[in-house]
């Protein structure tokens, strides 16, 4: 892999992690026609790396408070009275139990399947039909209404299937930034909690992803460190710019613009699957 190369890949990154077009069948597309034929998951894990620390800056203010809510847990229980008081009443302790919660079925589902994902991951007919069904869902939120239920009426059964299909989105073609929106839009989330919840709910999966990753039988790789870390900050820039664009974008409740984009790669891929064959 050559420079130029490791950018391209980065700018990809940066732009499918955030916008509602699957990061992961980007990448197996890409590398399929750099000629890159064995999955180099640690430098898909490194790119990841750079979506993460774009996450951490767009949303730096309101994970500093979550962290500083979470040290004094048992003050804020002891000043409520029960958890389920401070649960009712404290945001950044109700966004922590929903997220903990959410990551449950993303955690069972990535532990189960993980190596049956690492040996499809270079699979183009799948990533064109994960396309189709990513731009499906992002059709169908164009008849969501404007208000939705704010962070205090979402409950433990909306962020358990939020969660599902976090888990579901390990599949490459199926975008977890826009199933996720997706999912919460339909259950009559607020957009913009949607939008937040699903991002801040992206962290411990990521994190996952990349442990699981780094004990898998085709960690190795070649590519040079220089080039890794070329790839992680172009990816964590680019990052940070369609993340900001993604999130005005959800408030306006133009989701669904992304959808003919997912189906005419999605189409082109299955094209391109057969006419390899």
């Known amino acids: 892999m050559e420079s130029l190369q490791s950018v391209m890949l980065g700018i990809i990154q940066g732009l499918t992690e955030f916008l509602p077009v699957s ?27 750079g979506s993460l620390m774009a996450i951490f800056i767009v ?17 804020l229980i002891k000043s ?65 209404s404007v208000e939705g239920r704010p962070l205090i009426k979402v409950s433990i059964r909306d962020v358990l299937i939020i969660g599902l299909m976090q888990g579901i989105a390990i599949m490459p073609g199926i975008s977890r930034s826009g199933s996720t929106i997706s999912i919460a839009l339909f259950l009559g989330i607020n957009r913009e909690i949607a939008g937040r919840y699903s991002f801040l709910l992206s962290i411990p ?19 040079p460190v220089k080039i890794i870390l070329l790839g992680t ?15 005005r974008l959800v408030k306006q409740g133009r989701l669904y613009y992304f959808a003919p984009y997912c189906w005419l790669l999605g189409a082109a891929t299955l094209i391109w699957s057969l006419y390899r064959l």
């Open 205 to 223: 999966a990521i994190l996952g992803a990349m442990i699981l990753g780094l004990d898998s039988t085709i960690i190795q790789t070649n590519i």
């Open 23 to 49: 990061s992961s069948g980007h990448l197996v597309l890409l590398q399929n026609l750099f000629g890159i034929t064995e999955p180099e998951l640690l430098f898909d894990i490194s790119l990841h790396v």
């Open 80 to 144: 409520s009275g029960n958890f389920k008081s401070l649960f009712a009443d404290n945001e950044e302790i109700r966004i922590s139990a929903l997220i903990l919660v959410g990551s449950i079925p993303t955690a069972i589902l990535g532990i189960l399947f993980h190596k049956i994902v690492d040996q499809i991951f270079g699979s183009v007919w799948i990533v064109g039909v994960m396309l189709l069904v990513t731009g499906t869902l992002l059709w169908f939120t164009r008849q969501m």
């Open 233 to 247: 900050l172009t990816a964590g820039i680019v990052g940070y710019i369609a993340l900001k664009i993604l999130l």
């Open 59 to 75: 949303f730096y203010q309101e994970i500093r408070n979550i962290l500083q809510a979470l040290l004094h847990l048992p003050a």
